[in-house]
């Protein structure tokens, strides 16, 4: 069934875990991602970025996401604009029907931020949308930054704590070291859970983590093994997202791992049948690729068996 985010994120705060926001810009990933939620009984987000809704149409985009959530009924989901950029974008998807939006402003001031955010939230909750915002700036830290630079890139807990009383935003993606893509760290790979746990006591509301692909070892070679190439990517280690959970994570933001887990199975099969031109045998094995990594990911934040 489809609803608003909150009613999902809510659930998930009061009894700690964390529930997959898994990106999608097709019918296929967006079918495995139901697919996988109905095999681990999982709430899901799904969530479209302003490039995915318009590659795909917002119309085509919300009416996949009904028509499945209709074909699988005890599933809640919550459909989500991922990393807004503005009021207009995000007052468009919720005319189209998503029920959960986020406005991403953490690039401008602190100021600039609160105001577009809480124009937002005002929008949005006279429709019962939910909201989330950002503070800080999403990516990666190493060993040997300085407290000043950790401070001018990371989440200001006590800056949350005002952001989330005046915006009145229902969820919050602090930057704590994670960053987008399948490159997050040089070295190892480092999050800073002190700083996650300082927002959660003084927000107390459901925080989203960003760029939480974990690339698990076995994803990352069967891309490698179809004759890709991943560099020396890093993924955010299983542990990692598990502690974040217990920081008080919410809602776990996921697209690189659905991406590389798809796409392999894609190369594979182009690969080893090289007169094969029938989709079908492509997008199956890579669906269910991403099945599978999408239900291992359920259990790991705690999400599966909560419908
Ligand atoms: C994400 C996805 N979407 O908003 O934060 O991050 O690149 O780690 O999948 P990944
Ligand atoms: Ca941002
Ligand atoms: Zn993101």
Redesign the pocket.
């Known amino acids: 069934m489809l609803v608003f985010g909150h009613e999902i994120l809510d659930k998930a705060n009061k009894e700690n875990y964390g529930v997959g926001?898994f990106?999608f810009v097709n019918f296929e990933m967006l079918n495995a991602i139901f697919t996988a939620a109905n095999i681990a009984k999982s709430p899901i987000f799904v969530?479209a970025?302003e490039g995915a809704i318009k590659y795909m149409g917002a119309d085509i985009a919300v009416s996949m996401v009904q028509t499945l959530s209709q074909r699988y009924p005890h599933i809640p989901v919550s459909l989500h604009l991922?990393?807004g950029t503005s009021f207009q974008s995000c007052k468009d998807a919720i005319e189209a029907g998503f029920s959960s939006v986020?406005i991403d402003a953490s690039h401008y001031d602190f100021d600039k931020n609160l105001e577009m955010t809480s124009q937002v939230v005002e929008m949005a909750h006279a429709r019962g949308v939910s909201v989330e915002a950002e503070l800080g700036r999403?990516m990666g830290i190493e060993d040997n930054i300085s407290v000043d630079e950790k401070d001018a890139v990371l989440v200001n807990p006590q800056e949350a704590k005002v952001f989330v009383e005046k915006s009145k935003v229902d969820f919050l993606a602090p930057a704590i070291g994670?960053?987008?893509?399948?490159f997050?760290f040089k070295g190892e790979p480092k999050l800073d859970f002190e700083r996650l746990k300082e927002v959660k006591a003084l927000t107390k509301i459901p925080l989203v983590?960003?760029?939480?692909?974990a690339i698990p070892d076995y994803v990352r070679e069967s891309f490698i093994e179809s004759g890709g190439e991943l560099g020396n990517s890093k993924?955010?280690p299983f542990s990692f997202l598990q502690e974040a959970v217990r920081g008080g994570i919410n809602k776990v933001?996921?697209?690189?791992?659905?991406?590389i887990a798809f796409m392999a199975e894609v190369r594979k099969v182009a690969n080893n049948d090289r007169s094969q031109f029938d989709l079908r045998k492509f997008f199956a094995p890579a669906q269910e690729a991403m099945v599978k990594v999408i239900v291992e990911r359920m259990e790991l934040l705690g999400s599966s068996n909560k419908i």
């Open positions: 926001a990106n969530q970025s991922d990393h986020m999403l994670t960053s987008h893509g399948a997050k983590l960003h760029g939480a692909s993924g955010v933001n996921t697209d690189t791992d659905l991406r």
